[in-house]
């Protein structure tokens, strides 16, 4: 059994999902005799308050030349970036001659912006097919895993960056420790790292288990990342609550004592400790809601199959997977999943085989029901999908609870 992979002290198990494979291990008929799956069990350290999944697939098992999630796939992401990277931009913490870097840039999505305004940027992505639609784009990328040794080079290269910036990146880096170094040894004294993931809190408070998967091997709160970054001597001076992701939380740190700890930090540690996110026992209570969250979505997908009905899933994403597979949701039930990412397209979904489709294929064949995976999307998709419900089509969701939309 491994420990914390930040404090190394030994772990609370919060909850065990069973065997699952790659979030993003979308495969071909031909492909199915040699699937990867490991034991994906959620834990907890009460010295670093990480939670965190102790095994993960290695690094190159995810992220390779045929990753299939690409940022640019929603316009509202691409706005979401943007108003990113306006916000660092416009910030206070930019030198009249910056220097950005992001870490896992993907397809360029955020460092455009930069790169559009001639602004000094540099972005690190390991899935080689990301990277050169980024590289595409104009935008200046490395095509590798980022780490100290790396950050030494770059820093010989271009020297120290004004900010650092990741967005749905730092909670997918087992090694996150060496990140901190790196990033540490790559700020300018008056730098800022700002990253932003999906929160702990609005997994509890969702039931959003989905987003738990290999990719996500951390679920960070404002005391893991206070814990973790204080490590390296950087603190905590802001957080900025994000929509994305069904509920995402970006972090602000710099070098301790440079700026001012902002009230945001001190009111989001006292909302997390009201909420218990760093208490086991509230923890476990997390584990039942996901017990009966799993119970009450394959009771109505049952029930809704025995009197005929046609399910249909939308958005084939990572989250899904873990639903899938924790819930035993396969080709018997949900007839087909439809996504717009080309990639995924003709393949069967990882571990239960769900057919993924295109989006016409759901215009021609439309099911009595859709269940919304892409429900951190619902927003652009009901609007895309008008005729759809006007012609009756009934949507699922499972977040917060499990239930049909009137
Ligand atoms: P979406 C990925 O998670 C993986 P996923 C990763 N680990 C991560 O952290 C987050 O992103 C950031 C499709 N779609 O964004 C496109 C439609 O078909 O929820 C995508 O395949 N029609 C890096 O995969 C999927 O749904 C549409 O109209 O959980 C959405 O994936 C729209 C809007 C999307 O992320």
Same mark, same amino acid.
């Given at each position: 059994m491994?420990?914390?992979?930040?404090?190394n002290e030994?772990t609370?198990?919060?909850?065990?999902?069973?065997?699952?494979?790659?979030?993003?291990?979308f495969l071909? !008929?031909?492909?199915i005799?040699r699937?990867?799956f490991?034991d994906m069990s959620? $834990?907890?350290?009460?010295?670093?308050?990480m939670v965190?999944l102790?095994?993960?697939?290695?690094p190159?098992?995810m992220?390779?030349?045929?990753?299939?999630?690409?940022?640019?796939?929603?316009?509202?992401?691409s706005?979401?970036f943007?108003?990113?990277a306006?916000?660092?931009?416009k910030?206070?913490?930019?030198?009249?001659?910056p220097f950005?870097?992001?870490?896992?840039?993907?397809?360029?999505i955020?460092l455009?912006n930069?790169?559009e305004?001639?602004i000094?940027h540099?972005?690190?992505?390991?899935?080689?097919?990301?990277?050169?639609?980024?590289? !595409?784009?104009?935008?200046?990328?490395?095509?590798q895993?980022?780490?100290?040794q790396l950050?030494?080079?770059?820093?010989? $290269?271009y020297?120290?960056a004004?900010a650092?910036?990741?967005?749905?990146?730092?909670?997918h *880096?087992p090694?996150i420790?060496? *990140?901190?170094?790196?990033?540490?040894?790559?700020?300018k004294?008056?730098?800022?790292?700002?990253? $932003?993931?999906p929160?702990?809190?609005?997994v509890i408070?969702k039931?959003?288990?989905?987003?738990?998967?290999d990719?996500?091997?951390?679920?960070?709160?404002a005391h893991?990342?206070?814990?973790?970054?204080?490590?390296?001597?950087l603190e905590l *001076?802001d957080v900025?609550?994000?929509?994305t992701?069904?509920g995402s939380?970006?972090?602000?740190?710099?070098t301790?004592g440079?700026?001012p700890v902002?009230?945001s930090?001190?009111?989001?540690?006292k909302?997390? !400790?009201?909420?218990?996110?760093?208490s086991?026992?509230?923890?476990?209570n997390?584990a039942?809601?996901?017990e009966?969250?799993?119970?009450?979505?394959?009771?109505?997908?049952?029930?809704?199959k025995s009197?005929?009905?046609?399910?249909?899933?939308?958005g084939?994403t990572s989250k899904?997977?873990?639903i899938?597979?924790y819930c035993?949701?396969?080709?018997?039930?949900?007839?087909y999943?439809t996504?717009?990412?080309?990639l995924?397209?003709?393949?069967l979904t990882?571990g239960?085989?769900i057919?993924?489709v295109?989006?016409?294929?759901f215009l021609?064949?439309p099911?009595?029901y859709?269940?919304?995976?892409?429900?951190n999307?619902a927003?652009?998709i009901?609007?895309?999908?008008v005729?759809?419900?006007?012609?009756g089509g009934?949507?699922i969701?499972h977040?917060?609870?499990?239930k049909i939309l009137?």
């Amino acid at each position: 059994m491994r420990n914390c992979r930040i404090s190394n002290e030994p772990t609370k198990s919060i909850i065990n999902f069973g065997r699952q494979p790659l979030g993003n291990g979308f495969l071909k !008929e031909n492909e199915i005799n040699r699937e990867y799956f490991y034991d994906m069990s959620l $834990e907890y350290s009460e010295k670093s308050m990480m939670v965190q999944l102790l095994n993960q697939p290695s690094p190159d098992k995810m992220f390779h030349e045929n990753y299939a999630f690409f940022s640019g796939t929603s316009q509202h992401m691409s706005e979401h970036f943007k108003s990113f990277a306006n916000s660092v931009i416009k910030g206070p913490y930019l030198s009249s001659k910056p220097f950005v870097i992001e870490l896992g840039c993907n397809d360029g999505i955020m460092l455009q912006n930069f790169d559009e305004i001639g602004i000094r940027h540099l972005g690190i992505e390991p899935s080689h097919n990301v990277a050169s639609v980024a590289a !595409e784009k104009g935008v200046n990328v490395k095509t590798q895993f980022f780490s100290s040794q790396l950050a030494s080079s770059i820093l010989k $290269e271009y020297g120290q960056a004004d900010a650092i910036l990741a967005a749905n990146v730092m909670c997918h *880096i087992p090694g996150i420790r060496d *990140i901190a170094k790196a990033v540490k040894v790559l700020l300018k004294p008056t730098g800022v790292l700002q990253f $932003e993931d999906p929160y702990l809190g609005d997994v509890i408070k969702k039931t959003s288990y989905d987003q738990i998967y290999d990719e996500h091997v951390f679920l960070f709160s404002a005391h893991s990342v206070k814990f973790l970054f204080g490590l390296e001597d950087l603190e905590l *001076i802001d957080v900025i609550p994000q929509s994305t992701h069904g509920g995402s939380m970006r972090y602000v740190l710099a070098t301790k004592g440079v700026y001012p700890v902002k009230e945001s930090v001190f009111e989001l540690l006292k909302e997390e !400790e009201m909420l218990g996110l760093n208490s086991i026992e509230k923890l476990l209570n997390f584990a039942s809601n996901v017990e009966q969250s799993k119970l009450d979505l394959t009771t109505l997908l049952k029930s809704l199959k025995s009197k005929g009905k046609r399910i249909a899933g939308y958005g084939a994403t990572s989250k899904s997977t873990t639903i899938l597979n924790y819930c035993k949701i396969g080709p018997d039930l949900i007839d087909y999943i439809t996504d717009t990412t080309p990639l995924k397209q003709g393949k069967l979904t990882p571990g239960m085989h769900i057919p993924v489709v295109n989006h016409e294929h759901f215009l021609k064949n439309p099911p009595d029901y859709s269940f919304l995976f892409a429900w951190n999307h619902a927003e652009e998709i009901m609007s895309k999908e008008v005729e759809y419900t006007n012609s009756g089509g009934k949507w699922i969701v499972h977040v917060p609870k499990v239930k049909i939309l009137s």
